[in-house]
């Protein structure tokens, strides 16, 4: 700032830079966020069509490696069925709540409290999501006699296991 006290070109041009990079990083962080909300929102599902990476696929999977009968087979292909048409009119309201969220006006007067109520929607989406999937297990897991409740167990672990192998792995080639 100049005696007189008027900013110097230099300084102005500075100053705007300066408060435009805090803008372009927030730009990017609101992008992000709106982008995590829709990427999840993409997949396959147990239909093969929406959903969460191909259910269906690690279900029949594990069917198989656990050896189950054609008749359980059948009884857990309908329990997932029916978890699934509930879980898509949850995973609708989720989606319209968080979309309502990225078009809110952030200068609007009743923004803050409009947050409040769609984040408690979507937390309470999340709720729902977490019940019916432990119901869905808890079915599948009455359908599966003991020997093979061991062996799905077994291979959980044996997968959890692969999982914490190959992101020890990863962290270690980006530590080189």
Same mark, same amino acid.
């Given at each position: 700032?100049?005696?007189t006290?008027?900013?110097t070109?230099?300084?102005h041009q500075r100053?705007?830079?300066?408060?435009?990079?805090w803008?372009?990083?927030?730009?990017?962080v609101?992008l992000a966020?709106f982008?995590?909300g829709s990427a999840?929102?993409?997949?396959k599902g147990?239909d093969g069509?929406r959903?969460?990476?191909?259910m269906?696929?690690?279900?029949?999977?594990m069917m198989?490696?656990?050896?189950?009968?054609d008749e359980q087979r059948?009884?857990?292909?309908d329990v997932m069925?029916?978890?699934h !048409?509930?879980?898509?009119?949850?995973?609708? @309201?989720?989606r319209?709540a #968080?979309?309502s969220l990225?078009?809110?006006d952030? &200068?609007?007067?009743g923004?803050?409290a409009?947050?409040?109520r769609?984040?408690g929607e979507?937390?309470?989406?999340?709720?729902?999501?977490?019940?019916?999937?432990a119901?869905?297990?808890k079915?599948?897991?009455?359908?599966l006699? !003991?020997?093979q409740r061991?062996k799905a167990? @077994?291979?959980?672990e044996? #997968?959890r296991q692969?999982?914490?192998?190959r992101? &020890?792995e990863r962290?270690?080639?980006?530590?080189?």
């Amino acid at each position: 700032m100049t005696r007189t006290g008027k900013w110097t070109p230099d300084e102005h041009q500075r100053g705007f830079f300066r408060h435009s990079s805090w803008l372009l990083v927030l730009g990017a962080v609101l992008l992000a966020i709106f982008y995590m909300g829709s990427a999840q929102s993409h997949g396959k599902g147990f239909d093969g069509k929406r959903g969460h990476g191909g259910m269906q696929a690690r279900m029949e999977k594990m069917m198989d490696e656990v050896g189950v009968s054609d008749e359980q087979r059948t009884q857990i292909r309908d329990v997932m069925e029916r978890q699934h !048409e509930k879980f898509k009119d949850v995973h609708l @309201q989720m989606r319209t709540a #968080r979309k309502s969220l990225h078009q809110l006006d952030p &200068l609007d007067g009743g923004y803050d409290a409009e947050v409040q109520r769609l984040a408690g929607e979507v937390a309470e989406n999340s709720r729902q999501m977490t019940v019916l999937m432990a119901d869905g297990r808890k079915q599948v897991w009455q359908i599966l006699n !003991e020997e093979q409740r061991a062996k799905a167990e @077994q291979l959980k672990e044996d #997968r959890r296991q692969k999982f914490r192998e190959r992101r &020890l792995e990863r962290q270690g080639a980006e530590a080189e």
